[in-house]
Structure formats: C-alpha cells, structure tokens
C-alpha cells in the first residue's frame, strides 16, 4: 500500500510539472509562420505570417511567455511601400508570401516575396523579392521602405556567416531546388558569387520554405515539402557547409500529419525554429484544423480558417538531431514555458490581443485598429472614421466594383471598399449596424458584410436598393434584404460550383419603423454551416435585435488556396454609377468569438453538396 501510494504521489508531481501548449496560437488566416526571439527586449518573442492580398500586410506579433501574444505592428502598412499590390491577378494565390524574420545588432530583417501569379511562370518577374527592416518593431510607421532584390524564386531567409563575414539567403526556385546566394541587406545586391545549390528533400514535390540553423558546428537546414495540402511535412538535414555533403535527419519528416489522418490538425509543415532565454527550442508550424477525410480529398473538405499557426516544443541535444513534439490542440510536456506574462505591452495604445473580441465604435479621435485591413490597397477617400457628420461611425463611400471584382478574380486596380477581419474562432458572431435612408438613392447601390475567402469564394448579406414593378405598372425603387454568394474554383467540379441571389423585400414592421439603421450579422453556427441574418435597430447601441435569418452557406464552400475567411464590411454600386456614388456609415462594430474548438467534433456535419 505505501509504494503504491508513494506511485501515485510521483505521477501527481510528474503531472504538475508538466507545461501546456494550446494551438493554434494564431488562429485563423496566419500560414507561413517565422519568429525570432530578442533577449536585448526584455526576452520577447517576435513572429509574422503571410498576408496575401491584406493591407496593411506583414502583421507583427510579439510575447514574452509564448501563450500570451499581441499585434504590435505592421510591416507593410504605407501604400508607396507595395503599389503592385494593387494591381495583383490571381488573388486567390498571389501577393504577399512566406517571410522570414530574423534579428541581428539591434535591427529585424524582415524578407518576403511579393507573388504575380498571372505572370507566366517562364517569367521570373512574377516574383519581386524583397527587404524591410526596423529598430523599433513595436510602430508601423518606423518599418523601411522596401529594398528589392534580385532572385527568380520564393521563401528567402538570411543567414550570417561568421567566419567569412559573407550575409547569405536561401530561397527555392521552381519548387524543384533551394540555392545558397550571398545578398548585401542594405543595398539588395545578390548573387555576387555564384548561387550554391543544396538539399533537395526526400523525394517529394516541392522542397521550399528553407531556413539555415547553426548550432554545435553544423549546419541545419529545414524545408516544407509535399505541397501545402495533404502532404505537407516539415523536413530537416544538416552539413558541415554549404557545399555539403547533407546528411539527412534519420527519423524525417520532424513534423506531419500525412500519416495521422484521425487528427484534426492537418497539413502541418513549413516551420521555423528558434529559442528562448534558457535556451529551450521551439518551432512554429502551419496547420489546417480540417480533420475528417481531409487526406483523402483535401479541395472538397472542410477548413475554411484555412492554415492557422501552431507551435510545438523541440528538444535538441549538444551534437544531436533535434525532436519535434507532435502538432495537437494540446500538447503536453516537460519542457517550460517562459514565466507568464499576460499583460506585456498592454501599455501600447495600439497594440491588440490576438484573438480577442471586437468592440469598436468609432470613436471621434480613433484610427482604425492594427487587425483590421483591406482587401489589396484602399482608395483612401473612401473610409473615415468618425465624421463630423456622424460622430462614432465610420464613414464608407461606395466602390463600383463589389466582392466579386472585375471578375471573380481580380480589381484591375479599382479598389473595393472593404475592411474586414480574420475569422479567429470555430464559432463566432460578427455584426455591424448601417445606415441607408436617404443615403442609398438609386438602384444596386448596396451595403453589407461578407464572408470572404477570395473573390470567387464569398457569401454576402446586404441592404440593396432594388427596382420593382409598382402597382400601375411603373418601376419604384425600394430597400430589399439580398443573401448572395459564389462558390468556384478550379478544383471545384461544376455541380459542385454555387451562385445564390436571394432577394427579399423589407418586411412590412420594418418600414413603419422609420429608422434608418439595420443590424447585418454573420454567424458561424457550428464546425460546417454559417448563418446570414438582419434587424431592424430600434433603440439604444447595445439594446437587443430582433434578427431575421436570410440564408445560409457551408464551410466546404469556402475552400481556401492559401489564406482563410475573412468578415467585414462594404459598400457597393455593383458595377454601376462609378466610384463614390454613394456614402453610407457603419456603426457598432462587433465580433464575439464563441468557441474555439482544438479537436474532431464528434458530430461534425459530413461533407455534403446540393
């Protein structure tokens, strides 16, 4: 009896020292994750994310016990630093891609590749590789301008050789081959010697997203590989130099879910390492919480957050190959988290908790917050916050073109009068209240919000104004509720492929209201279906709403390529009047994260079309 009490004392201490990680520590649209760590800033963590087609882009976040994280900045938040981006084709696969951020002798060095993927892809163009750098990583504004350099592929990251005193970067080309190239960071010049090729992974396609790790006199080198979809994986090897010979890591891949396919985290791959001020190691990953039978057809599943950030603990003895802990929705262990912290740089005015709840109202004074951002650049006439006209509002004057584009795919440089936010829960609400009477005056002008992946892959509910056949047999003009959506892609079958246009007539207690503004909302209901509903607001800002369902649409719906769902809120004349033909004002701006969930739900809706 005393040894086996003594037993269970030992798996209760054991159990207590144990550290918890909760993933994703990004939830939603972050794929691509690189971090670095600062000791010379009170120990803090620093990691960035592709962007895509956001602007701002490149959103900064910063912790110092790696459970804790704000947005403290953004990299790309001035248009003359990204004026391609407006421009940019392809919307679905193009625009801001993997970066890499390193810190070194008081600066961060942030490389990334700006991607035209409507330029053929014999045309190196298609990727304009870049710099931006800082000594103050906590202001937007303080971030460079871009430094351009030469490279005809993806994925750069800097590496500084000591010895030689030569600054390096690797990067992939072709999704064939990595290259070793010397790279002055101030001026941009690369390829002063000649490019050194190196691993070329395992065997599967595209070995891509390299990042270099010295350690013990060897050389680490990690890759994705398998694609970004079911195969991804995260690889490593290591040499002694660049030129090699790469030895690879015996129990390749370090990270995957390709053979787990009962795990809910899927398509886990493209990480980076780094350590903290007791010299644990860490990585971040991408993953998708698609579960399922997301293996078996990953263009039909259910995922629409798309790739979310993950992190897992690595431990890496003095000379040994490093050992990855598994990706999950909680990973147990003994390694140590860095004290907590919940509170770090909470005194930044601008900073914003990642993941947290929106409450804003626009107040007069205010700019609009780091998280929220527009869909490639906006045209800067069409947003203000608070008004004179209309204090605790926020100002949006109309677009031509609406969530679609030009057409389905691009905005030939229009604009489109956007601004929106991540989807950053399995379950959430968002809403905003709009006003109309006396502002919408002439047909297809319309207001709204929107669940948007791309721009063929959106469901909208808006207030339009709409022209229909009067009693005496002319044409009136009057406000309609409309529930519209797309759903395409190239990998969509056609019966597969969705259009709804729903319209319906103000209902008649909404008209003898008189008042002028109408609550829109988007619901996630569940892991698989979305709900799109409005109100008429009667009464105080916070005072209930009696909300009418317009329609609905699945998570299946919204397959991302590479990014995930986004809500907000737009204005359109949906093609008509040209720019600014109308102004409307958005108020009470919320979104409540309802639940997050890490695993399989037992009773996830299958996967079903109409």
């Not at 791959?269 to 903290?276: I, K, P, R, V």
């Not at 590479?562 to 737009?570: C, D, E, I």
Request: with cysteine; hydrophobic share 35%.
């Amino acid at each position: 009896m005393h040894l086996l009490l003594l037993a269970a004392l030992a798996v209760r201490a054991m159990a207590a020292s144990l550290s918890t990680i909760s993933n994703p520590i990004f939830s939603g649209f972050h794929p691509d994750p690189t971090c670095t760590f600062v000791p010379e800033l009170n120990n803090t963590f620093f990691c960035t994310t592709s962007s895509f087609l956001m602007f701002p882009g490149l959103p900064i976040y910063a912790s110092r016990d790696l459970v804790h994280w704000r947005h403290v900045s953004n990299a790309l938040s001035r248009q003359e630093q990204l004026p391609a981006l407006a421009f940019l084709a392809r919307g679905a696969t193009s625009g801001i891609y993997a970066p890499t951020l390193r810190y070194r002798d008081g600066t961060f060095y942030l490389m990334t590749t700006l991607a035209h993927q409507a330029i053929p892809g014999q045309n190196y163009t298609r990727w304009d590789n870049f710099i931006v750098t800082t000594e103050d990583p906590f202001d937007s504004m303080a971030w460079s301008d871009r430094v351009h350099f030469d490279f005809p592929g993806i994925d750069p990251s800097p590496d500084w050789d000591e010895e030689s005193g030569t600054t390096w970067f690797t990067g992939s080309v072709d999704g064939t081959i990595n290259y070793h190239v010397p790279i002055d960071l101030e001026t941009g010049e690369a390829g002063s010697q000649p490019y050194i090729s190196v691993w070329r992974g395992t065997g599967l396609p595209s070995p891509e997203a390299p990042h270099i790790y010295r350690k013990d006199g060897w050389l680490y080198l990690v890759l994705a590989e398998g694609g970004t979809r079911e195969r991804h994986r995260a690889i490593m090897a290591r040499a002694r130099n660049y030129t090699g010979p790469w030895e690879s890591h015996p129990n390749n891949p370090v990270l995957t879910a390709y053979q787990n396919t009962s795990s809910y985290f899927q398509a886990v791959g493209h990480a980076d390492l780094f350590q903290d001020a007791s010299g644990q190691w860490w990585a971040v990953a991408l993953a998708n919480r698609a579960g399922g039978r997301y293996a078996e057809d990953p263009y039909n599943s259910n995922f629409p957050m798309g790739r979310e950030t993950v992190l897992t603990s690595v431990k890496w003895e003095e000379g040994q190959w490093p050992e990855f802990t598994n990706i999950s929705g909680t990973i147990q262990g003994d390694f140590q988290l860095p004290p907590p912290d919940e509170d770090a740089f909470a005194e930044l005015a601008a900073s914003i908790r990642v993941g947290s709840d929106d409450v804003i109202d626009f107040e007069p004074g205010s700019s609009l917050p780091l998280h929220l951002f527009h869909w490639r650049l906006p045209v800067a006439k069409n947003y203000k916050v608070s008004p004179e006209e209309r204090p605790g509002t926020l100002l949006l004057r109309s677009s031509r073109l609406n969530m679609t584009g030009f057409d389905g795919d691009s905005s030939r440089g229009w604009g489109q009068t956007l601004l929106a936010r991540k989807q950053a829960h399995s379950r959430f609400r968002f809403s905003v209240d709009v006003e109309w009477e006396g502002l919408l005056t002439r047909a297809d002008q319309e207001v709204g919000v929107t669940l948007l992946q791309d721009q063929s892959q959106h469901f909208d509910v808006g207030l339009v104004m709409l022209e229909t056949d009067a009693a005496n047999g002319s044409q009136r003009l009057s406000p309609h509720i409309r529930f519209r959506g797309i759903s395409t892609t190239p990998f969509r079958l056609p019966e597969r492929m969705k259009w709804v246009d729903d319209k319906f007539a103000f209902p008649a207690t909404w008209s003898s209201k008189g008042d002028s503004r109408i609550r829109l909302q988007i619901e996630a209901l569940n892991t698989t279906h979305y709900e799109f509903s409005a109100g008429l607001v009667d009464g105080h800002l916070e005072a209930e709403v009696e909300m009418e369902i317009f329609g609905h649409c699945r998570g299946n719906q919204l397959v991302p390529f590479y990014s995930g769902t986004v809500v907000g809120a737009y204005a359109t004349s949906n093609g008509r009047y040209g720019e600014g033909s109308f102004s409307t004002y958005v108020s009470r701006w919320r979104y409540t994260g309802l639940e997050q969930i890490t695993e399989q739900p037992a009773f996830e809706s299958p996967i079903t079309w109409d």
